[in-house]
């Protein structure tokens, strides 16, 4: 059981995923779940654009990691430098 506990915790910590979904405009997807040692944690998704933490476009909390899916494919019809 310890071996899946540290897995779980490895797996859930606090930086999972950072794609840039814009170079030109410098959009960053970034997901995390920032509570990890509590069972009962949700993913946080953040998109940044230039690095401005403070102002974020969108900020979204779940505890669904298909919604995390939904949410990272509606940013990137949205924000993607393809879609220009």
Request: glycine fraction near 2%.
């Amino acid at each position: 059981a310890s071996c899946c506990t540290f897995l779980m915790i490895f797996l859930l910590s606090d930086d999972l995923l950072q794609i840039v979904i814009n170079q030109e405009d410098n959009i960053i997807f970034d997901v995390g779940y920032p509570d990890f040692l509590n069972e009962n944690g949700f993913f946080e998704i953040y998109l940044i654009k230039h690095f401005d933490w403070d102002k974020p476009l969108e900020h979204y909390v779940t505890k669904d990691i298909f919604e995390v899916k939904q949410i990272l494919e509606k940013s990137l019809e949205k924000y993607s430098s393809s879609r220009r």
